[in-house]
């Protein structure tokens, strides 16, 4: 989730979709250079040890756009290991995301 977070903020989109699961992966993803991410917390965590196969990441992550506005992302990412690597498969946004 870290990783993912770190791409996010460096505008890295292949990286993104390297990591994401082929099932569910969008044929491109759009990185807003414009928007500056300041703070990942990670809120709860289920499996994702090193004997899971499957690990659920919730976080909140704070950003500032273009504009100067302020926004929150809420989530709870769901990832796959397949050959050892982690893979994004998909999330739920909460509904007080903005």
């Not at 791409?7 to 414009?34: I, K, N, Q, S």
């Not at 976080?59 to 990832?79: H, W």
């Given at each position: 989730?870290?990783?993912?977070?770190?791409?996010?903020?460096?505008?890295?989109?292949?990286?993104?979709?390297?990591?994401?699961?082929?099932?569910?992966?969008?044929?491109?993803?759009?990185?807003?250079?414009?928007?500056?991410?300041r703070r990942l917390q990670i809120v709860d965590t289920?499996?994702?040890?090193?004997?899971?196969?499957?690990?659920?990441?919730?976080?909140?992550?704070?950003?500032?756009?273009?504009?100067?506005?302020?926004?929150?992302?809420?989530?709870?990412?769901?990832?796959?290991?397949?050959?050892?690597?982690?893979?994004y498969t998909g999330a739920e946004v909460a509904p007080?995301?903005?």
């Open positions: 989730m870290r990783s993912r977070y770190t791409a996010f903020a460096r505008g890295d989109g292949a990286y993104l979709l390297r990591t994401w699961h082929p099932m569910t992966r969008p044929e491109h993803v759009d990185v807003d250079d414009g928007t500056v991410w289920v499996r994702g040890g090193e004997s899971d196969s499957t690990g659920v990441v919730e976080f909140r992550a704070a950003y500032r756009d273009a504009s100067g506005a302020t926004g929150l992302v809420e989530e709870r990412s769901r990832f796959d290991r397949i050959a050892g690597v982690w893979l007080a995301a903005r």
